[in-house]
């Protein structure tokens, strides 16, 4: 379990400055050091349309990089 924390923690100073820059909103709002990053909360926080996956949507309004950092942050 500590090994997964310290995961979740290197993932959140990794990536925080870049998230904030992509998505405009801190990634603490998402990320919990046990759990990861939720990616539930974060695609009601985006409002992604029905029938539309958050990859897809991501892709649509933000581009591939920033599609390519939500994954970065599942792993």
């Known amino acids: 379990m500590a090994d997964l924390i310290r995961h979740n923690k290197e993932l959140l100073n990794q990536n925080r400055s870049k998230f904030q820059n992509t ?3 801190p990634l603490t709002r998402f990320m919990h050091p046990l759990f990861g990053f939720d990616v539930v909360s974060f695609d009601s926080w985006l409002n ?4 539309v996956s958050t990859a ?3 892709l649509a309004t933000k581009g591939q ?3 390519t950092l939500v994954e970065v942050l599942l792993i």
């Open 56 to 58: 897809d949507h991501i």
């Open 65 to 67: 990089e920033a599609l």
């Open 48 to 51: 992604v349309p029905d029938g």
């Open 23 to 25: 998505f405009g909103i």
